[in-house]
């Protein structure tokens, strides 16, 4: 199929559309095109937490016409430090109910899908073939291991997005473009937890990195991290960027 056909296959952008993305609009290389592919992308996130929530806003707020948010279990008063799309009022109520009201009041033109569930082998392969793209912002290598062998079968591209105490990465995983991720992570690290030490702050920075590089690769912009690793350490502001082989 040729490129115009395509591009007629899009849809269109309304008044209230170019109203709101018209900053970004601008971006050279964005435009009016890239701005469909967004309103037309589905996208899969992993959790909605510290990481997942701050990814989950800048999507909607960029005009990804869909998400699809997957966490289980209720609003914690320690999630409050870090989970933007949790409330103080909502404090023993469902997670994903808070992220996805949240959200619709943030860009009410989004379709919202909310599932009371996290990643496992049982649901991965149902979850990940709605999606375009999968962000994997899960806090267990169970969930980041099952979410990225179901999107290799489906040959869809997933964000790593990670963080511990004040240092973090990011790379972008789509064999066989790029390695496996379970040849940069074959198992379980043993004695992993689920809570680990993390500032909010640096959860929303690498979110909003990886929010780049969704919509990097759902608009054809610029260089997604693939075959390369993005390492933070936020404690002494370093940054690089490691080839993976």
């Not at 996208?43 to 998400?67: M, P």
């Not at 909010?200 to 990886?210: D, E, K, N, R, Y």
């Amino acid at each position: 199929m040729d490129r115009r056909a395509i591009e007629s296959e899009l849809p269109e952008l309304t008044a209230d559309d170019q109203e709101r993305y018209a900053w970004q609009l601008d971006v050279r290389g964005l435009g009016q095109s890239g701005q469909q592919k967004l309103k037309q992308a589905s996208v899969l996130i992993s959790r909605v937490g510290g990481l997942g929530s701050v990814v989950a806003y800048e999507l909607a707020a960029a005009g990804v016409g869909r998400l699809i948010l997957a966490h289980a279990g209720n609003v914690q008063p320690s999630d409050l430090n870090r989970q933007i799309l949790m409330t103080d009022d909502w404090i023993g109520k469902p997670r994903i109910e808070s992220a996805a009201r949240r959200l619709r009041q943030f860009n009410p033109s989004i379709e919202i899908i909310a599932v009371d569930e996290n990643l496992s082998p049982d649901n991965a392969d149902a979850l990940v073939q709605q999606a375009d793209l999968v962000v994997d912002a899960a806090p267990l290598f169970q969930e980041r291991l099952a979410m990225n062998d179901a999107a290799e079968r489906q040959g869809k591209p997933v964000i790593e997005a990670a963080m511990f105490e004040m240092e973090a990465s990011l790379t972008v995983i789509h064999p066989p473009e790029t390695a496996r991720f379970r040849e940069l992570v074959p198992e379980v690290p043993p004695g992993w937890k689920r809570r680990f030490p993390v500032l909010g702050a640096i959860s929303g920075t690498v979110a909003c990195l990886a929010a780049t590089e969704a919509i990097k690769l759902i608009a054809d912009l610029g260089q997604p991290l693939k075959n390369k690793l993005l390492r933070m350490d936020l404690r002494t502001m370093r940054f690089e960027t490691i080839r993976l082989r």
